[in-house]
């Protein structure tokens, strides 16, 4: 059973370029360290949505330390230590970007996934940060605070343990998600997990829809228009998990649209078109919010 881990989360100013960390060490469940700090992120222009979900403004991190000067403090949080994100695969990549930008090395090479793990284990109508935390009781004020929402991953991950406490953690060890992905081949061996004494086959392989959606028809009558430059998922992959999940993916803004999913460097003309029509105009992490 694992009885110490690290869990992390970070707020981005734009793409994966992070304006906050906030990092609690766990042992045996209950906090024994922690850590948060603004980053400013040396980039020219924030994201608008990006702010609008985290709060955090440019003239907020002016004077604060860039990523190099963080990590000289937080560096010993990562080494020789398991590592707990909810979708860690962008944190991961936030985390990559940010070790690469400023020539430094990498001491972690794997990181659990509570997002992943609570797939597994668990049967709910979606798989966000919050809805984990309302599963569990575990009390939330401040969503998408780096520290606040690495505290909820590190709990979550703890009621998570329990969950399959009776099952040989090494049956789900491919729950742990690699920094450096790998093309997996096509024929991959499922592992058998017992979840209330039902044995159920899951399939390893590593694709989209186990990382970020299940097939549904969450988003069903609804219409979607795409654009700009997205960090999670590539602008035909999101394409894809909106007609995986019953949704209309259009090229063109009218008023039988939706919802715009606004990436990085969104055209002015189809965003100033989707405010004239009032039509709702969505981040990449709203979308996701919306299918997992």
């Known amino acids: 059973m ?33 850590y948060y700090s603004l980053i400013n992120p040396k980039i020219e ?31 010993h949080f990562f080494k ?15 985390l990559n970007y940010s070790l690469e930008r400023y020539n430094l090395k990498n001491p972690i090479s794997k990181c659990f996934c509570s997002l992943r793990l609570s797939r ?23 969503y998408h605070n780096a520290l606040e929402d690495a505290f909820v991953c590190g709990k979550i991950f703890s009621k998570l343990l329990l969950e399959i406490d009776d099952v040989n953690l090494s049956l789900i060890s491919d729950s742990i998600m ?19 004494q039902e044995q159920i086959i899951i399939d390893l392989r590593f694709n989209l829809e186990q990382v970020l959606g299940i097939l ?37 803004i009218s008023s039988k649209t939706s919802f715009v999913v606004a990436g990085d460097n969104m055209g002015p003309s189809k965003r100033d078109k989707a405010e004239k029509l009032g039509i709702s ?5 709203d979308f996701l919010d919306m299918i997992i």
């Open 178 to 196: 690699p920094i450096k992905r790998k093309k997996l081949q096509k024929e991959t061996k499922p592992f058998k997990l017992l979840k209330e």
């Open 120 to 142: 597994k284990v668990l049967e709910l109508d979606d798989y966000k940060l919050s809805t984990l935390a309302d599963y569990y009781s575990i009390e939330q004020n401040n």
């Open 45 to 75: 222009k924030f994201n608008p949505y990006a702010v609008g979900v985290h709060g955090i403004r440019k003239c907020d991190v002016l004077n604060e330390r860039e990523f190099d000067k963080i990590w000289v403090d937080v560096e």
């Open 281 to 285: 105009i969505i981040s990449e992490q």
């Open 216 to 252: 549904t028809n969450k988003l069903a009558s609804k219409t979607f228009v795409v654009s700009g430059v997205f960090q999670s998922v590539s602008r035909n992959e999101l394409k894809k998990l909106i007609e995986d999940n019953g949704g209309k993916v259009s090229s063109s």
């Open 80 to 94: 020789d230590k398991i590592v707990i994100a909810h979708n860690s695969s962008f944190d991961i990549s936030v």
């Open 2 to 34: 694992i009885n110490n881990f690290v869990a992390f989360d970070f707020e981005t100013a734009s793409g994966k370029a992070p304006c906050s960390i906030g990092i609690v060490e766990f042992n045996d469940g209950e906090v024994v360290n922690e």
